[in-house]
């Protein structure tokens, strides 16, 4: 006998045949030998029902009765689906978050739950009875017994914790589409489906704006090893297999709070290659990497910062042993970028360095957590290590520094986070599973329109300033995406600086310029430049290791539709472009066409 947790969305059970709809399914469940778990969110738009009513009281209502009032619409679900259940003979019993034992921190409207006690939800299964769940919700382990609720996407959240807490055999997540699609089906009408896709590839997807899945319910079930499934409340389909790698052990106290970091990692055989103040065009980054990847250089992160006045840098990593190659490549491009022929040298200038090493921290506890970067660059300038290059992914923060500073940058990693040391694995981006050698380079293409960027001007380049204000920013829960620093280095009075991009929730734009403003002034630095017009386009794909033309791809087809790239930002499975708010919709569609990822079936998504 299995033990299944199902979680079911609003729209699920939206009404009373809805609800009756999904009873039957879930006795059909139980007909085939299975114990079941059915977590439930409010009905329909209950949920946005009650917030309107809050409003209309308060302006600024407390984060405490909103918990109160908003933890009522699961309360609903839960009483009217075990109803539907008992009027079919099956036994089932509803519980809230507070009585099947989801305890949270004490954090109104955003808590992370800290365990599950199992016992009374244990007993009910034994006597054979579904348990239906109130998602979203539970309560602090305070004398006060406080109502909580987990935030956006609790109820995912709720149905894998306690996949984890019960150790049941599997997750399934029903939704309104048949499972995890390679493009939001309401912008790419033929995206297709995917039969199965890596926990780092779908916690990308999901921060990328795929609504699908919460990126939290993947953390936990990424640390958990639980076997999750996206499926559609309305077929039989199979659905989407959300795969994790072999999962380390962990406690299961403090289940959402566990150690953000797993691990250490290194590479010392890197070298970069930096092409300086390049057009802001059109088609640059497109004839770069396009000749990159025509003579098979392999290539790890690519950066593009921020542009000033009418020119970008551009730089990127390579191994010691490609590096030459890459030196010719960039070198025989230059001339071709520059404005004029007398143009002076300086002009798509390219600038190597061989003696560099790539660190990073790695883990899936990182999500939503601002402050995970801002203590990796924190415990960087202690030790001393100036950072030239950083990438962020969902999964992975990574920094290169000077060669001769690793091994000190290294230490002082393992200790701030408690963990160990490994060199990076090459070829292989989840840990414990290999990637299959027919596995498709690119697996989905996100579009995000929900960001803003910010720029910091003229940062003095030395140890210790991005931890200043990532660490400002961490304070006040503002959680950063992209960070993206300048290659180009300007003496300021004397003194060396360089610019830091990055982009953030456009509803944290303002907030975040808020607290940088002063913090800049009291560094000597520049002015800080917020840019909400902005839309982030990315593509997802653990194959992309070793494949070496995948980005060119992607800036040849963003090119001959004449859409500049602001930014680029690398991880080793995601490449992401910013572009201009109104190309974003356009980028997407044309991404998601050159990799073929078009399905012969069109999806619709019911309303």
């Not at 059970?13 to 007909?31: D, F, H, L, W, Y």
């Not at 407390?62 to 539907?84: F, K, P, Y």
């Not at 297709?192 to 890596?198: A, D, G, N, S």
């Not at 004029?340 to 790539?358: F, G, N, T, Y």
Request: proline residues 5%; negative net charge; contains cysteine.
């Amino acid at each position: 006998m299995a033990l299944i947790v199902q979680k079911y969305g609003g729209s699920s059970v939206g009404s009373v045949e809805r609800i009756n709809a999904v009873a039957e399914r879930v006795i059909k469940t139980v007909q085939g030998g299975n114990s079941v778990v059915v977590v439930v969110s409010a009905m329909g738009k209950t949920t946005d029902g009650l917030v309107k009513l809050a409003n209309e009281i308060s302006s600024n209502p407390s984060r405490r009765e909103m918990d109160m009032l908003l933890s009522t619409g699961e309360q609903i679900s839960i009483a009217l689906l075990s109803m539907a259940l008992q009027e079919l003979g099956q036994p089932a019993i509803s519980l809230t978050g507070a009585q099947v034992g989801i305890v949270t921190e004490a954090a109104h409207t955003r808590a992370r739950i800290l365990r599950i006690e199992t016992q009374r939800i244990e007993q009910q299964i034994s006597e054979g009875k579904v348990v239906v769940v109130a998602g979203f919700q539970g309560i602090t382990n305070t004398k006060d017994l406080e109502i909580t609720t987990l935030g956006r996407g609790g109820s995912d959240t709720s149905a894998v914790a306690l996949a984890a807490a019960l150790r049941a055999d599997r997750c399934e997540i029903y939704t309104d589409v048949p499972g995890i699609l390679t493009a939001d089906p309401r912008l790419v009408p033929d995206a297709q489906l995917m039969t199965e896709i890596t926990c780092d590839e779908m916690l990308e997807l999901a921060s990328l704006g795929a609504k699908v899945l919460h990126p939290r319910a993947v953390e936990i079930a990424r640390n958990y090893g639980v076997p999750l499934v996206v499926l559609s409340s309305w077929t039989d389909d199979p659905g989407t297999l959300v795969s994790s790698p072999t999962p380390m052990a962990r406690p299961l106290e403090g289940l959402e709070l566990v150690h953000p970091v797993d691990g250490v990692e290194f590479d010392t055989n890197q070298a970069k290659v930096a092409l300086l103040r390049v057009p802001d065009r059109p088609g640059v980054a497109a004839q770069l990497f396009g000749e990159i990847g025509r003579q098979e250089v392999d290539v790890d992160l690519i950066i593009q910062s921020i542009h000033e006045l009418n020119t970008n840098d551009i730089a990127f990593t390579v191994s010691q042993e490609s590096v030459n190659q890459a030196e010719a490549v960039a070198a025989a491009i230059a001339p071709t970028l520059r404005n004029r022929l007398d143009s002076a040298p300086e002009e798509a200038e390219v600038m190597v360095d061989r003696q560099i090493a790539k660190v990073s921290i790695s883990g899936a506890g990182m999500i939503g957590r601002p402050g995970v970067a801002a203590k990796m660059f924190a415990t960087l300038a202690e030790a001393g290590v100036n950072m030239q290059m950083i990438s962020t992914s969902e999964v992975k923060v990574s920094c290169v520094v000077d060669a001769d500073q690793c091994d000190r940058a290294i230490d002082a990693l393992c200790q701030a986070f408690e963990v160990s040391s490994s060199p990076l694995q090459s070829g292989s981006s989840s840990p414990g599973k290999a990637i299959a050698p027919n596995t498709p380079p690119v697996r989905g293409v996100a579009l995000d329109l929900n960001q803003a960027r910010v720029a910091i001007r003229h940062i003095p380049d030395r140890p210790g300033m991005a931890a200043k204000f990532f660490g400002v920013l961490a304070q006040e829960n503002i959680s950063v995406d992209t960070i993206i620093q300048s290659q180009r280095c300007h003496i300021i009075q004397g003194v060396p600086t360089r610019d830091i991009a990055f982009t953030v929730a456009r509803n944290d734009a303002k907030d975040a310029r808020r607290v940088l403003v002063p913090l800049a002034a009291e560094l000597g630095c520049g002015e800080i430049v917020v840019d909400e017009e902005i839309a982030k386009v990315s593509i997802v794909g653990s194959g992309m290791v070793n494949h070496p033309g995948i980005a060119a791809e992607m800036f040849n087809a963003l090119a001959r539709e004449r859409i500049n790239i602001q930014m680029i930002a690398t991880s080793e499975i995601k490449v992401s472009c910013v572009v201009e708010r109104e190309s974003g919709v356009k980028a997407l569609q044309v991404i998601h066409a050159i990799f073929n990822l078009a399905g012969t079936q069109k999806i619709e998504v019911p309303a």
